[in-house]
C-alpha cells in the first residue's frame, strides 16, 4: 500500500469530492423537511434517496484519510482526534439536534446520527492511529467485510435483552434503531461498521500521498475492485446484505443502510474511490465551489441544517400554514407523518435544494477566506 515514497500531505480532489458529497447530502436533508418519502417504487422519488447513500460513506472515509494525512505533519494527531470527536459528539446532542427539530425536548427525543458516529470514530481512532497502519487497515478490513457474518447474532441478542445494559450497548454498537430507542437517543447510525470505515479511510491515507500517477493506479484498482465485487456478491445474493434483491434495478440497489452492509459500502464507496483521481485535472467554476464547500465542510455541516428547516417553514406559511407545527416535531426521526396535503413535488424539493445551495456557497467562500488567513487553533474544530 505505500512502497512509493510519499509526496503530498494534501490532495486537492479530496475537498472537491468531499465538497460533492455535502451538496448531495443537502438534497436528502431538503426531502426530511419536504414530507417526500425515503424511497419507494417511484424511481424519481427512489434515486432522489439513492443518490444521497454516497454522502456518509465518503464522508467517513475521507474524514480517516484526513486525519492520516493530518498526523503527517502534526504530531498531536491522537489528542486532535480524541477532543475533536468529543466536540462532535456534543454538538450533535445539543446544537445540532435544536437545528433539526426547532424544540427544546431533550427528555424525549435525541439524535444519534452521523457527526455523532464520526465523533465516536475520531475518539476510537485516536487509540488506533497510534498503530502501525497495515494494523488499522486489517482491522478495517474486519469490520467492514465481517460483520454481516456476525451481524444476526448480534440483533438476536439485543432482542432478547431490549432492556439490559448489554442491550443497549448493542444498539449502540450495532443495531441502532430498528430495535428502538435508547432512552430519548435515537440511534441513526451505530458505530460499528463506521469505525472501519474510518480505519480503511485512514489506511488509504497512504494512497493519496503517493505521486499522482501512482496515486491514480491504485485508486482505480481499488474503486473498480469494490464495484465489480459488489456486483458478483450482490448479483448472486452471495453475501454482504441481509435483504436479498430480485426483479428489478431498483431492488438491486437498495441495500441495507442502517447497519450500513457490506454491499452498500462497496456499492458507494467503490465509485467514490474511482473518481478521485479523476478529479486532479479538473477545473471550471463548479469544481472551484465544490472545493470550496469540501475545504470547510463542518461550517457547511451546522449552517445547512438550521437553513434548509428555516426554508421549509418559509414554504409552509406560504402554501400549507395548518401543517407548520409539523416542523417542529422531532426531525428527522421522531416526528410523525407528514400532514395530509403536506407533501412537496421533486420540482419544490429541488427549487429549495438549488437556493440553499447558493446560499451555502456565499456563506462557504467567506469563512473558508476567513480560516485560511487566521491561524487559530480552535478554527481546526470547525
Known sequence: ????????????????????????????????????????????????????????????????????LYGRRNRDLSKFLLTRGVWL??????????????????????????????????????????????????????????????????????????????????KILYVGFYSGPVGPLRILYSIVPWIGVMALGYAFGTIAALEPSLRRRRCLAIGLSAIALFVILRGFNLYGDPRPWSGNLLSFLNTTKYPASLSFLLMTLGPTITVLP???????AAVRALATFGRVPFFFYLLHIPLIHALALMVSLVSSPAATPWLFANHPMGSPEAPEGYRWSLGLLYAIWALAIVILYV????????????????????
Request: glycine share 10%.
Open 278 to 284: 479523476l478529479f486532479d485535472a479538473a477545473r471550471g
Open 89 to 170: 459528539v456534543v454538538l450533535e446532542l445539543t446544537l445540532i439536534r435544536v437545528f433539526w427539530t426547532f424544540n427544546f425536548d431533550f427528555a424525549h427525543y435525541m439524535l444519534a446520527g452521523v457527526i455523532w458516529v464520526i465523533g465516536w470514530s475520531m475518539i476510537l481512532m485516536a487509540g488506533l492511529s497510534r498503530l502501525p497502519v497495515g494494523a488499522v487497515a486489517a482491522i478495517g478490513g474486519v469490520i467492514v467485510f465481517a460483520h454481516n457474518a456476525v451481524g444476526p447474532a448480534i440483533v438476536k441478542a439485543v432482542a432478547d435483552n431490549p432492556g439490559s445494559p448489554a442491550g443497549a450497548l448493542g
Open 363 to 382: 456563506a462557504c467562500r467567506w469563512y473558508a477566506g476567513f480560516k485560511a488567513r487566521r491561524p487559530d487553533p480552535w478554527l481546526k474544530y470547525v
Open 1 to 68: 500500500m505505500g512502497d512509493a515514497k510519499p509526496s503530498v500531505t494534501r490532495w486537492a480532489s479530496i475537498d472537491v469530492v468531499r465538497g460533492a458529497v455535502m451538496v448531495l447530502m443537502a438534497v436528502d436533508h431538503v426531502r426530511v423537511f419536504s414530507g417526500v418519502p425515503a424511497g419507494g417504487p417511484d424511481p424519481a422519488v427512489f434515486f432522489t434517496r439513492w443518490i444521497t447513500h454516497f454522502c456518509a460513506p465518503a464522508f467517513v472515509f475521507l474524514a480517516g484519510t484526513s486525519a492520516y
